[in-house]
């Protein structure tokens, strides 16, 4: 477990990361069909060590959990609290705690998370607007490209809790029940936070997707929801027990030989 009296101030903020303009015309221009074959392949080299580097950076953190949800949400908002102490209870008990890295929701746990003197990571795609990570991150990682941002969030986590956000909250829960539903990723639980925000989506499935048969009553099965922080954290204890030792053992016990950070070592 994540114990001991790290401080609960903020981490350096990696201002060098976050350019004032993300520029995207190189995104854009990769999903306009295709261009040259020596284009295409330089594109594919940029996105082979964009993966690379993701793999290196991330290949220490041990058992993480991931927290979606939207940046607009202030400190004084109960979803920041929620997500902020469902951080600190995931640090508790002994899980990395990995956001986009950016303010509201993510803020919130990645805050909660250190207070609790656990690790925290930010994975944070390049936008047009301009950003800031948030403060309370110990390893922040910039993507391009939100396909290998989405590999990275996955690979890396042994749950994801979604508190309530909007576009890319609820793209990132589908996706991953569509991994679940297709058994790509397996015992993965996706924890919805905030039964009042939820619940129309959730009538929405069962009463339209279900009653339709575009889903099963399996597929409903996939998503837990809770309002409470400890609810949650007992639900990716139970199920991760397994796979968050082996997680574990990775962290502790294997060795970096391409330089890859590793989470401070715990207090006792």
Request: glycine letters at 10%; charged letters at 25%.
């Amino acid at each position: 477990m994540h114990e001991g009296n790290r401080p609960s101030q903020p981490a350096r903020r990696h201002e060098g990361h976050w350019p004032t303009h993300s520029g995207t015309v190189a995104e854009r221009r990769f999903l306009e069909g295709p261009a040259s074959r020596l284009t295409e392949l330089r594109r594919a080299i940029a996105i082979f060590w964009e993966f690379m580097r993701g793999f290196r950076k991330l290949h220490f953190v041990g058992p993480c959990v991931t927290v979606f949800g939207s940046a607009r949400f202030p400190e004084t908002h109960p979803f920041y609290s929620l997500a902020r102490t469902t951080g600190s209870g995931l640090a508790r008990a002994g899980f990395t705690v990995m956001t986009g890295g950016g303010p509201g929701i993510m803020e919130a746990a990645n805050r909660g998370a250190r207070e609790a003197g656990g690790y925290t990571i930010g994975c944070n795609i390049q936008l047009p607007q301009e950003q800031k990570p948030n403060p309370y991150l110990d390893l922040m990682i910039e993507f391009r490209h939100f396909f290998v941002r989405k590999v990275m969030l996955v690979k890396y986590s042994l749950a994801f809790i979604a508190m309530p956000g909007g576009l890319g909250t609820m793209d990132e829960v589908f996706e991953t029940l569509t991994l679940i539903q297709t058994d790509k990723i397996l015992e993965f639980p996706v924890i919805l936070m905030g039964r009042d925000y939820w619940q129309p989506l959730l009538d929405w499935l069962r009463l339209k997707m279900l009653k339709e048969g575009t889903i099963g009553a399996a597929d409903l099965a996939l998503l837990d929801v809770t309002d409470s922080a400890e609810e949650a954290v007992h639900i990716i204890l139970e199920r991760t027990r397994e796979r968050a030792a082996q997680a574990r053992a990775v962290a502790e016990q294997a060795m970096p030989i391409l330089g890859e950070p590793r989470p401070p070592a715990k207090s006792a």
